[in-house]
Structure formats: structure tokens, C-alpha cells
């Protein structure tokens, strides 16, 4: 399994941008499927996007479609995620997770390596 450590949250206005990093310790980063989940409080944790291994396949969330982009850098064994046009329903706890090989789930207990998350709080 990899360690993974967010970073990047904070409070922020309507509209602004924000981009959380996960740094993963580890050799097999790069055979990792990655991913971005969020918790907002009194709710389950809910899929934001994924990435394969490769990088080239993402998957979003369709409430964060175009307004959000995942991306990695394996050789800095980072994952991500730039954040647009923040609204105050984007108010969560981020977390990001790895799971080994190629996958296309958007099911957070599919993933077996958690960090342990950073809050972004967009303020109206």
C-alpha cells in the first residue's frame, strides 16, 4: 500500500480556484489508480474523480464535470486535482485514494489507500 498525504485546502470565496496535492511515498505510484473523494458533513463520501495509472483516462463526477481537473505526475508520485469555480456545495472534506492497477470504479471502498483528507470550505 501507498502513504498518501493531501494538502492545498482552505477557505475560499464563490468562484475561486484551489489545487489539492497528494504526495504518495512508495516505488508503485505509478501502478496505482488514483482517485479524489470529498465528505461533506451528514454525508456519505461521494466520488470526484479518478485517474489510471497512465494518466491518459479520468473520470469525474458529473456534479464536477468541467469544473474540475485530475491530473499526476508519477514521476514526483503526486496526484492533483484543480479546482474551478468553486460553489459552496463543493464544501467537503478531500481525501484522496489508491487502488492497485488499472480501474475504472467510482466506488470509494474499492480503494485500499487513504490520506487523511484536507477541508476546503467555499464561502458564499
Known amino acids: 500500500q501507498v502513504q498518501l498525504v493531501e494538502s492545498g485546502g482552505g477557505l475560499v470565496q464563490a468562484g475561486d480556484s484551489l489545487t489539492l496535492s497528494c504526495a504518495a511515498s512508495g516505488r508503485t505510484f505509478s501502478s496505482y489508480t488514483m482517485g479524489w473523494f470529498r465528505q461533506a458533513p451528514g454525508k456519505e463520501r461521494e466520488f470526484v474523480a479518478t485517474i489510471v495509472p497512465s494518466g491518459g483516462i479520468t473520470y469525474y463526477a458529473n456534479s464536477v464535470k468541467g469544473r474540475f481537473t485530475i491530473s499526476r505526475d508519477n514521476t514526483k508520485n503526486t496526484v492533483y486535482l484543480r479546482m474551478n469555480s468553486l460553489k459552496r456545495e463543493d464544501t467537503a472534506v478531500y481525501y484522496c485514494?489508491?487502488?492497485?492497477?488499472?480501474?475504472?470504479?467510482?466506488?470509494?471502498?474499492?480503494?485500499?489507500?487513504w490520506g487523511q483528507g484536507t477541508q476546503v470550505t467555499v464561502s458564499s
Open positions: 485514494a489508491g487502488k492497485t492497477g488499472y480501474s475504472s470504479t467510482l466506488y470509494p471502498g474499492h480503494f485500499g489507500s
